[in-house]
């Protein structure tokens, strides 16, 4: 079975940090590319970034590109999302999901989890 789980979302002020967490069971993280996905109201769901299975290779979308920085810790069974300097844009529940084909250069995610919710706001 595989399942994912994210946390660490909040009410957060313009400027301040947050660190996300996706904490894997069922299966060997190390196998999969992982990447968070974010879906603010009314909006469809889009990438935000994607790690490689060893960790070696990541990517960003340009609008959180130098303030979100994607890590993993495969002993853990953990991906985080670091996201500092945050902006009232970056409201969303953000979601982990792991790749089914072609890793982070696919489209096929996931075992979505149930979400976490970020607002960012004064």
């Known amino acids: 079975q595989l399942q994912l789980v994210e946390s660490g979302g909040g009410l957060v002020q313009p400027g301040g940090s947050l660190r996300l967490s996706c904490a894997a069971s069922g299966f060997t993280l190390d196998d999969r590319d992982i990447g968070w996905f974010r879906q603010a109201p009314g909006k469809e769901r889009e990438g935000v970034s994607c790690i490689s299975s060893s960790g070696g290779r990541t990517s960003y979308a340009n609008s959180v590109k130098g303030r979100f920085t994607i890590s993993r810790d495969n002993a853990k069974n953990t991906i985080y999302l670091q996201m500092n300097s945050l902006k009232p844009e970056d409201t969303a529940v953000y979601y982990c999901?792991?790749?089914?084909?072609?890793?982070?250069?696919?489209?096929?995610?996931?075992?979505w989890g149930q979400g976490t919710q970020v607002t960012v706001s004064s």
């Open positions: 999901a792991a790749s089914i084909s072609r890793g982070c250069l696919g489209t096929n995610f996931g075992s």
